[in-house]
């Protein structure tokens, strides 16, 4: 089959946002009396926000400590931290090698998808200028099952019109190769510890066109029967 699209995950793929994530989290943390670290941010990569506080309170031993309500606030809290600390990002903030990457995709015809659980997806990407070069960007808000869960790259694949089996899909979290593998899709995972990917790379400067096309290519001999 041919190429016919390339599905980004934003937070790590993109862009580098973890530190901002985890600033914001050990701000409100700390107001509850937790301490977070750089391990435990690690840990809430590709997680929803909601979830990442669920998981920050039960490694603080605070599961119970607050209703809904209370967690709301604290979830808002941290969002409204966050998104002042993304007034920083701008077009210099694209990792390495996306910015061309992007450009060949659009020569080579490819259409280019977003699917990242962040509620910021839309203000991210205009921040770093890349509104109009995305052909479709998922909407995470309407999204009811959450990576691992295949759902927000198939609703990406619906939104450009292409079958996953024509797709390859960008990640940076683990829960996020497992939902690209989960729809059929090929996946490339960015970083040393991810496990099960169809093509590992350690940084987004290796992530070539040359790359994306030769494992299209190469996989599909391989195992002409996988997708
Ligand atoms: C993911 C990040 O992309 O988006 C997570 O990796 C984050 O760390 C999630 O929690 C949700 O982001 P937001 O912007 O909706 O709070
Ligand atoms: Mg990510």
Excluded at 71 to 93: D, F, H, I, M, W
Excluded at 96 to 121: D, R, V
Excluded at 148 to 171: H, M, N, S, T, Y
Aim: proline share 3%; hydrophobic share 45%.
């Amino acid at each position: 089959m041919m190429l016919q699209a390339v599905i980004f995950d934003l937070d790590g793929v993109i862009t580098d946002t973890a530190h901002l994530h985890f600033q914001a989290w050990r701000t409100v943390a700390a107001e509850t009396g937790i301490h977070i670290d750089e391990e435990v941010n690690e840990s809430l990569k590709g997680i929803s926000r909601m979830a990442s506080l669920e998981r920050i309170l039960r490694l603080g031993g605070k599961a119970k400590t607050f209703n809904e309500a209370q967690k709301a606030a604290l979830a808002g809290r941290k969002n409204a931290r966050y998104v002042q600390l993304l007034g920083t990002l701008g077009p210099q903030s694209l990792l390495p090698g996306i910015a061309p990457l992007l450009t060949e995709l659009k020569t080579q015809q490819i259409k280019i998808g977003l699917a990242s659980a962040s509620l910021n997806a839309p203000r991210i990407l205009q921040a770093l200028g890349l509104t109009a070069i995305f052909d479709y960007c998922a909407d995470a808000s309407r999204i009811t099952h959450s990576k691992p869960d295949p759902e927000i790259f198939l609703a990406a694949c619906r939104g450009l019109g292409v079958k996953p089996q024509a797709c390859v899909g960008v990640e940076d979290a683990q829960a996020g190769i497992d939902a690209i593998n989960a729809c059929g899709m090929l996946s490339i995972g960015i970083g040393s510890t991810l496990r099960e990917a169809d093509l590992r790379l350690n940084s987004t400067q290796e992530l070539t066109w040359r790359r994306i096309a030769g494992l299209m290519e190469h996989t599909e001999k391989a195992t002409g029967f996988r997708r």
